[in-house]
């Protein structure tokens, strides 16, 4: 399995950007399809975007299309989420995971999941 930990949370205003990165352990990054995740109070988890194994790929929850890129570095072990036009509907704790699919949307594929990192957006 490998171990990853989310970073650049805040509390931004509406309007504002954000740039989230999940940096991963191990040298078999390249291995796994990375996603991010997020959890509002009292909601369930929802997919925000994924990326295949070597960043040719991604995908985009409707709600962020537009707004949201998603991009990796394998030699830095790093995918990066970047988050523009934020509205208070984005506030939530946001999770990157791997899975051994090459890219996925579903919770279920994953088995590797970071602690979240905060994200609020004040209107």
């Known amino acids: 399995q490998v171990q990853l930990i989310e970073s650049g949370g805040g509390l931004v205003q509406a309007g504002s950007f954000l740039r989230l990165s999940c940096t991963a352990s191990?040298?078999?990054?390249?291995?796994?399809?990375i996603s991010w995740f997020r959890q509002a109070p009292g909601k369930e988890r929802e997919f925000v975007a994924a990326?295949?194994?070597?960043?040719?790929?991604?995908s985009l929850a409707d709600s962020v299309k537009g707004r949201f890129t998603i991009s990796r570095d394998n030699a830095r072990n790093t995918v990066l989420l970047f988050m523009n036009m934020l509205n208070a509907a984005d506030t939530g704790v946001y999770y990157c995971?791997?899975?051994?699919?090459?890219?996925?949307?579903?919770?279920?594929?994953?088995?590797?999941w970071g602690q979240g990192t905060q994200v609020t957006v004040s209107s």
């Open positions: 995971a791997a899975t051994r699919r090459v890219i996925s949307s579903d919770a279920g594929d994953f088995g590797s």
């Open positions: 191990g040298r078999t990054f390249g291995n796994y399809g």
């Open positions: 990326v295949d194994l070597n960043g040719r790929r991604t």
